[in-house]
């Protein structure tokens, strides 16, 4: 196209060419803006036949389709493969968006095979001396008949080959660098699915059954001294130190962002070199539901294991075949063979305690919440939380040496917590945890280790301890800088004043050489405080909000809650515990009359504005809007500025605010949603599971505010900090009822611990 319009204008007059010119713009600006309606039309087609696919793979594939791929590449076929893996068990629906993708990219894939059937320059093997070059030929790739040997006769070549290559080597290195984080962002991300449906297959790659022999006698501590991580082009550690004791629990904090989790994939798919005899097991996704039950499910997931006592049955098999068989030698050596081999693995089924291995998993299945009906239903039946919870159950089961967990208590209610709490403080191996709360963080760590700033700090203790710490050292460093700087200030001001002073002009010399001599200061960091901040609860005369004898159930011969009263006013602050189905959301659903009850009454407040906080609140943001946009969608009326003003209350600013929603980390979209909360203008707050996606400093700030804040608040939450911060009064749902607690949390967990050891 722009050979043609080359030779279009070459030659025309002045107005003719300039004209020319501006429609050639315009077509151009056309074509891009075509492209990426294309490239919006391609996602919505993939989330309206597969929804719930991950925003980032929608996004992935869409932009490759439309601009991202290679001339080379067979843009159809990856699509296909990519699909593939989304689509599982789904071809048609694979073959059907297949079909609309060809029709959606016809003018890209026609362009593209016009540019495939053009001649191409030809890349050259190594750097060459054009100048001392005898024969055309060796140019020929360069195209459009120019002798170069004719124009470089009698000139003798400026360019220094030796730098050439050195500069071409760098570059291929860094082609090749670019190549693999393309495939890391891409291939691995896309591969998710493929790689929950291989657990046995990954798990053997990522902890081979010779690492169990190679281990014995060997250290298992971690001492990495200099490691670096990326994502993508994002640096996020930078020559960091990576040390774990085998035996110590340690907590990895930092801000959301900040790269926590991509340091756990690194580790657990061994990018970062940990020993070999070292095994790893990382917690990320649920599993994958099938018609395995709960309890099998948690017993298979120690491959090992599992592979052993499949040998073992293979090898009693053939053994009982071989006893039928004559003395003759080669069924006496076969047999031989095969004893031995199995002396062998029953003495590794004695070392990993296979035999206990059901009423093992069956202990762990209980404390995570799953009653013995529970242990044996599939793994289909279950939601997403509780296959969460199957995995947890499944990497305790299997006790690697290095356990990674990421956010284990986001998935999980105050009675499982709290068991876990208690049995984590017993782990054998080396554990890793990402959490934002500080009670777990309290109960489990014995170190803490603080990401900030591409590097490592390691601190002795819990996060109460490592707070302290901390506190005590960045004043220690605020002042010993405030102190070097007095002093060269100090320094400054004599030299300043005398330097010009024959009588004194040599000891302002002296003090400058003393100033250069001075090592260059750093700041310390400041610490990045967040507010948060809802608008103040106008008066309205109560009663605002009241449950009266309310009795509730899905189906009204199984009921749920019964005989419930709870009144609701503007000075309210009640947090309600209990297990995941007893009933906790499904009575705030009551408060928003979301569901009606089957008998008694609600009574609310004309007037009552109720802003209401989901555990399931990404789902009403849209990922294709950006957040400005999402709230003038809900909240229309107002300029740009002030929607990003809003925001800004939440800490979303800068640019973060015209990202698209699908972008943000789960921190962020928490951030979004109470900006919109905000905006309703609420008297009452129902707020369930706000802090799963919260950093601890967004956590911070979201109990000043609603400390703060002058309306009511009912809270349900795993969090005991949270609640012991924002709730006066602590309520359980259990066996149909809401109760009032006589009591703190720690005493409720402390009970529930009881009762879960007390079990049988």
């Known amino acids: 196209m722009?050979?043609?319009?080359?030779?279009?204008?070459?030659?025309?007059?002045?107005?003719?060419?300039?004209?020319?010119?501006?429609?050639?713009?315009?077509?151009?600006?056309?074509?891009?803006?075509?492209?990426?309606?294309?490239?919006?039309?391609?996602?919505?087609?993939?989330?309206?036949?597969?929804?719930?696919?991950?925003?980032?793979?929608?996004?992935?594939?869409?932009?490759?389709?439309?601009?991202?791929?290679?001339?080379?590449?067979?843009?159809?076929?990856?699509?296909?493969?990519?699909?593939?893996?989304?689509?599982?068990?789904?071809p048609d629906d694979v073959k059907r968006l297949m079909a609309r993708l060809r029709d959606l990219l016809a003018e890209q894939l026609s362009a593209r095979a016009r540019n495939s059937s053009r001649p191409k320059l030809m890349k050259l093997d190594k750097v060459m001396d054009m100048s001392k070059v005898g024969a055309m030929s060796n140019t020929i790739g360069l195209g459009e008949g120019v002798d170069l040997e004719s124009i470089n006769k009698g000139k003798a070549s400026r360019v220094d080959v030796?730098?050439?290559?050195?500069?071409?080597?760098?570059?291929?290195?860094?082609?090749?660098?670019?190549?693999?984080?393309?495939?890391?962002?891409?291939?691995?991300?896309?591969?998710?699915?493929?790689?929950?449906?291989?657990?046995?297959?990954?798990?053997?790659?990522?902890?081979?059954?010779?690492?169990?022999?190679?281990?014995?006698?060997?250290?298992?501590?971690?001492?990495?001294?200099?490691?670096?991580?990326?994502?993508?082009?994002?640096?996020?550690?930078?020559?960091?130190?990576?040390?774990?004791?085998?035996?110590?629990?340690?907590?990895?904090?930092?801000?959301?962002?900040v790269g926590k989790s991509t340091l756990l994939k690194h580790i657990a798919m061994r990018e970062v070199p940990i020993p070999a005899h070292i095994t790893i097991l990382f917690v990320e996704q649920e599993i994958v539901g099938d018609d395995t039950t709960a309890l099998d499910s948690v017993l298979k997931a120690d491959v090992w294991r599992d592979h052993l006592l499949k040998e073992e049955a293979s090898l009693n098999a053939r053994l009982a075949t071989l006893e039928k068989e004559g003395d003759d030698k080669r069924f006496e050596d076969a047999r031989e063979e095969a004893s031995s081999r199995l002396a062998d693995v029953h003495a590794r089924l004695s070392d990993m305690d296979a035999e206990s291995g059901p009423s093992r998993a069956a202990t762990l299945l209980a404390g995570l919440g799953f009653s013995e009906a529970d242990q044996s239903k599939p793994t289909r039946t279950f939601s997403g939380g509780w296959r969460m919870r199957l995995a947890l159950a499944r990497a305790l089961f299997v006790k690697p040496a290095l356990l990674?967990?990421?956010?284990?208590?986001?998935?999980?209610?105050?009675?499982?917590?709290?068991?876990?709490?208690?049995?984590?403080?017993?782990?054998?191996?080396?554990?890793?945890?990402?959490?934002?709360?500080?009670?777990?963080l309290d109960a489990v760590a014995t170190d803490i280790v603080h990401q900030h700033s591409g590097r490592l700090d390691y601190y002795k203790g819990n996060f109460t301890q490592f707070y302290s710490t901390k506190s005590e050292r960045d004043r220690n460093m605020r002042k010993e800088y405030e102190t070097q700087m007095d002093y060269r200030k100090h320094l400054q001001a004599f030299i300043d004043k005398w330097r010009y002073n024959a009588a004194r002009a040599s000891q302002a010399q002296m003090r400058i050489k003393m100033l250069e001599k001075l090592p260059e200061l750093e700041p310390p960091e400041?610490?990045?405080?967040?507010?948060?901040?809802?608008?103040?609860?106008?008066?309205?005369?109560?009663?605002?909000?009241?449950?009266?004898?309310?009795?509730?159930?899905?189906?009204?011969?199984?009921?749920?809650?019964q005989g419930i009263n709870i009144d609701v006013g503007?000075?309210?602050?009640?947090?309600?515990?209990?297990?995941?189905?007893?009933?906790?959301?499904?009575?705030?659903?009551?408060?928003?009359?979301?569901?009606?009850?089957?008998?008694?009454?609600?009574?609310?407040?004309?007037?009552?504005?109720?802003?209401?906080?989901?555990?399931?609140?990404?789902?009403?943001?849209?990922?294709?809007?950006?957040?400005?946009?999402?709230?003038?969608?809900?909240?229309?009326?107002?300029?740009?500025?002030?929607?990003?003003?809003?925001?800004?209350?939440?800490?979303?600013?800068?640019?973060?605010?015209?990202?698209?929603?699908?972008?943000?980390?789960?921190?962020q979209k928490s951030r979004v949603a109470f900006a919109a909360l905000s905006l309703q203008n609420p008297h009452i707050l129902l707020l369930d599971e706000p802090t799963n996606h919260l950093d601890i400093e967004g956590l911070d700030a979201l109990m000043a505010a609603l400390s703060t804040w002058n309306g009511g608040v009912i809270v349900i939450s795993h969090d005991e900090r949270f609640i012991t911060t924002v709730a006066k009064e602590l309520w359980v749902c259990a066996d149909h009822v809401v109760t009032k607690f006589k009591g703190d949390v720690q005493a409720y967990k402390s009970i529930i611990v009881s009762n879960i050891k007390a079990r049988p």
């Open 404 to 440: 990674l967990l990421d956010e284990p208590s986001n998935h999980i209610d105050l009675n499982a917590l709290a068991w876990l709490e208690d049995y984590l403080q017993t782990w054998p191996g080396t554990l890793l945890v990402v959490s934002h709360d500080r009670a777990f």
């Open 162 to 257: 030796k730098k050439l290559e050195k500069q071409e080597a760098k570059l291929k290195a860094k082609i090749e660098k670019r190549a693999r984080r393309d495939l890391y962002e891409g291939s691995k991300l896309l591969d998710q699915h493929r790689k929950q449906q291989n657990y046995e297959e990954m798990f053997m790659k990522i902890n081979p059954l010779e690492a169990a022999n190679a281990a014995k006698n060997k250290s298992k501590d971690i001492h990495l001294p200099s490691i670096d991580v990326n994502f993508g082009s994002n640096r996020i550690l930078s020559g960091a130190s990576l040390t774990l004791a085998y035996g110590r629990r340690y907590g990895l904090i930092g801000r959301n962002g």
């Open 2 to 90: 722009w050979e043609h319009c080359r030779k279009s204008i070459f030659g025309q007059p002045a107005s003719t060419t300039i004209f020319l010119r501006v429609c050639i713009f315009l077509s151009c600006t056309l074509l891009v803006l075509l492209w990426k309606m294309a490239s919006v039309e391609i996602a919505e087609e993939i989330r309206s036949i597969f929804p719930g696919t991950e925003e980032l793979i929608v996004q992935y594939l869409s932009g490759y389709l439309v601009d991202d791929a290679g001339e080379e590449e067979d843009v159809l076929q990856v699509a296909n493969d990519i699909l593939d893996s989304l689509g599982m068990n789904r």
């Open 570 to 667: 503007l000075d309210s602050r009640i947090a309600i515990v209990g297990a995941n189905g007893a009933g906790k959301s499904t009575l705030i659903k009551l408060l928003t009359a979301e569901l009606r009850p089957l008998s008694g009454d609600l009574n609310r407040n004309g007037r009552l504005r109720i802003g209401y906080f989901s555990q399931h609140h990404v789902d009403t943001l849209d990922p294709a809007m950006s957040p400005v946009q999402f709230l003038a969608s809900k909240f229309p009326g107002k300029t740009e500025q002030e929607y990003r003003g809003h925001l800004g209350n939440f800490q979303i600013s800068g640019m973060t605010g015209l990202q698209l929603i699908g972008t943000l980390s789960g921190g």
């Open 526 to 561: 400041e610490e990045e405080g967040e507010t948060f901040k809802f608008p103040e609860a106008e008066k309205i005369s109560p009663p605002l909000l009241q449950l009266s004898e309310v009795t509730f159930g899905y189906k009204p011969e199984n009921l749920l809650l």
